[in-house]
């Protein structure tokens, strides 16, 4: 499987989170199977304390957890196979979805989560597969780049409000994916990064509540950021002009900025991205900029240490993963991200990660690219923030 490029797949259905759903109607009928299933995990004897398990189990609320199965289900479903626990009871399709999820937002290996739920470590693999499979059918529109003005306008009002960028729509960002390979593989030195780890790269544009609007993913992580970006099919719709090419931002002397989204120094300097200024002792203007500038850059910063913190299975170095299949799972992973923040999901979002280093260890590497465009963009930037050039 080739590298995954965001929401380019189009899909068959959409289905769009239901507001409705009240919290007596999504415990319908689940009470059981949850008691039932916690009883096997923990030994637990009560429902109530069954109940107060579930956010420390699968780091979300029972409300999100009820809308993916309504995403999943009609897909998980018609799959044919049964699935049975180890005294023979049959798994219900909500057990299905929990088994998955456990794998994902633990990170734990087939046999540990097989041991915890009284399963064979293959019954845990074909599970998660197939939770996967369904959610790239049914999820997609959880990732999609603003498709509407007023969409797009709120999104830069609110990274105006951080550090005084006009508008900007984006920050873009890369995280590594470990993996643990058989150094007697010949294929595993393709996966070797700078860094002496194997790894796979994932590159996301991140919105201003660090939601993920555009990933790719799938290439080995030596990649540099520069060159992953110009694979992207971001990166080609911008340079036809198709993307970040929305209202301008108008300044006092006739002169206006475009739509742009920001960066670091792994990423060159072009018309509709903007990265720091680079050198010591640089004039103060200068420096007030690149302030601002990395304050912004935190947004992403955040979302990847959510995202790695949330879903343990990406965070950690996999053994031997399928190189084909953890693109899939590093998307799924990206818009269950996502869910998380267009549910409003306050309980997995009160567990921010301390650390927002989502990739110990990496060095930053500079691109030192710049266009001509982009050097008079960000100048433009430079003085509007610094008040020499009002609106």
Same mark, same amino acid.
């Given at each position: /499987?080739?590298?995954?490029r +965001? @929401?380019?797949?189009?899909r068959?259905?959409?289905?769009k989170?239901? #507001?409705?759903v009240? $919290?007596s109607?999504?415990?319908e ?13 923990n030994?637990l004897?009560?429902p109530?304390?069954g109940?107060d398990?579930?956010?420390s189990?699968?780091?979300?609320s ?5 809308y993916?199965?309504?995403l999943?289900k009609?897909? /998980?479903?018609?799959?044919p +196979? @049964?699935?049975?626990f ?7 399709? #909500?057990d299905?979805? $929990?088994?998955?999820?456990?794998r994902l ?9 097989g041991?915890s739920?009284?399963?064979h470590?293959s019954?845990v693999s074909?599970l998660?597969?197939?939770?996967v499979?369904?959610m790239?059918?049914?999820?997609l ?13 709120e999104?830069? @009002?609110?990274f105006?409000?951080i ?6 729509c ?6 590594h994916?470990?993996?643990c390979?058989p150094?007697?593989?010949p294929?595993?030195?393709v996966?070797?990064d ?5 790894s796979?790269?994932?590159q996301?544009?991140?919105d ?10 799938g290439?080995p992580g030596?990649?540099d ?6 694979? @992207?099919?971001?990166?080609e719709l911008c ?9 301008k ?7 206006e900025?475009r739509e742009?989204?920001i960066g670091?120094l792994?990423y060159p ?5 903007v990265?720091?200024?680079?050198g ?18 935190l947004?992403?910063?955040?979302a990847?240490?959510?995202l790695?913190?949330m879903?343990?299975i ?11 299949k953890?693109?899939r799972?590093?998307?799924?992973c ?5 869910i998380?923040?267009d549910?409003?999901?306050d309980?997995?979002q ?5 650390s927002?280093?989502?990739?110990p260890g ?5 691109c ?5 465009n ?7 930037l430079s ?6 050039l009002?609106?």
């Open positions: /499987m080739g590298p995954v +965001g @929401s380019k797949k189009k068959k259905i959409e289905k989170p239901d #507001e409705n009240s $919290a109607s999504e415990m009928g689940s009470v059981d199977w949850w008691h039932d299933l916690s009883r096997r995990m030994g004897h009560s109530s304390k109940l398990k579930f956010k189990v699968f780091r979300i029972r409300k999100t957890f009820s993916i199965c309504s999943v009609e897909d /998980m479903t018609a799959k +196979g @049964s699935f049975t180890s005294n023979g009871k049959p798994l219900s399709f #909500e299905q979805v $929990a088994v998955a999820l456990r937002s633990s990170g734990e290996s087939l046999v540990t989560i041991d739920f009284g399963l470590p019954t074909q998660t597969w197939r939770f499979e369904a790239e059918e049914r999820a529109h959880h990732l999609q780049w603003p498709s509407t003005n007023a969409e797009m306008t999104i830069k @009002s609110k105006e409000k550090q005084g960028l006009p508008n900007c984006g920050v873009i960002d890369t995280t994916v470990m993996m390979l150094s007697a593989d294929a595993s030195k996966w070797l700078r860094e002496k780890n194997h796979m790269v994932l996301a544009i991140v201003p509540e660090m939601r993920f609007r555009d990933i790719i993913t290439w030596k990649i950021d520069w060159l992953m970006f110009q694979s @992207s099919n971001f990166y340079d036809k002009g198709e993307r970040l090419n929305g209202e931002f108008e300044l006092s002397n006739g002169s900025i742009y989204i670091d792994g300097l072009l018309p509709y991205l990265i720091p200024y680079q010591k002792e640089l004039p103060e203007i200068n420096v007030e900029f690149n302030k601002r500038h990395s304050a912004t850059r947004v992403a910063s955040r990847l240490a959510r790695k913190e879903w343990k990406i965070q950690g170095v996999m053994w031997r993963p399928d190189k084909h953890l693109p799972i590093i998307l799924v990206c818009l269950l991200h996502n998380v923040i549910l409003e999901d309980d997995a009160d567990e921010m990660p301390l927002y280093d989502h990739d990496y060095r930053q590497r500079i030192g690219s710049l266009d001509v982009g050097v008079h963009l960000r100048d433009k003085l509007y923030l610094s008040g020499k009002p609106p």
